[in-house]
Every structure is written in C-alpha cells, then in structure tokens.
C-alpha cells in the first residue's frame, strides 16, 4: 500500500521561501516519476514539477528559476523547494507518485 505524507506548508509572506517534502512509505520509489501539483480555489489541479527515475525535471512555466525539485532515493522523499513566493504561489500542493497516487495535500499561502 502506497502512503505519500506531505510535510512543510505553511503560511508566508511574498518573496519568503518554504520547503516541501513528500515521503513514500511503498515500494520501489526509485522507478517512478514523483511530481508536485497544485490546486488553487476555483481552479484546476495543475502540474507544478516533476521529476523522473532518470532525474529529467520538468517545470510549470510559472515556477521556472524559483522552485526546485529533487528526490532521494535511499531516504523515499521527494522535495521541493519555492523561493520568491508570490500570492499566486498559494494553493494546496499535493505529492503524486507514478500515475495515480496522490499525497492528502498540504496548504502554502502566500500573503502580506
């Protein structure tokens, strides 16, 4: 059974950053793809960064040069870190495993 746990959300001002992390408790996080999405009031879930079993990374546009992703393997966690947040940054950010696990989700809110 797949748990993906969410941790490090919170609530910051603009130009603050945060750090997430997502942490595995199945098996073989070494081959799948972990990805972080995002979904804001009233808007669609979308993809924020992923990052492959080959460490290929993909970003959203909107998070390119502020958000990085990585993985570690031997510990099962997949982070990433959001520097320069801006209000549009919050959201609930969820953790996604392969194609169809999903973490629970974790709240960032970027206010003044």
């Known amino acids: 059974q797949v748990q993906l746990v969410e941790s490090g959300g919170g609530s910051v001002q603009p130009g603050d950053s945060l750090r997430l992390s997502c942490a595995d408790s199945?098996?073989?996080?070494?081959?799948?793809?972990m990805g972080w999405y995002r979904q804001a009031p009233g808007k669609s879930r979308e993809l924020v960064a992923s990052?492959?079993?080959?460490?290929?990374?993909r970003y959203a546009d909107s998070v390119k040069g502020r958000f990085t992703i990585s993985r570690d393997n031997a510990k099962r966690t997949v982070d990433l870190q959001m520097d320069s947040l801006r209000p549009e940054d919050t959201a609930v950010y969820y953790c996604?495993?392969?194609?169809?696990?999903w973490g629970q989700g974790i709240q960032v809110t970027v206010s003044s």
């Open positions: 996604k495993k392969g194609l169809q696990w």
């Open positions: 199945g098996s073989q996080f070494n081959i799948y793809t």
């Open positions: 990052i492959d079993s080959g460490y290929s990374i």
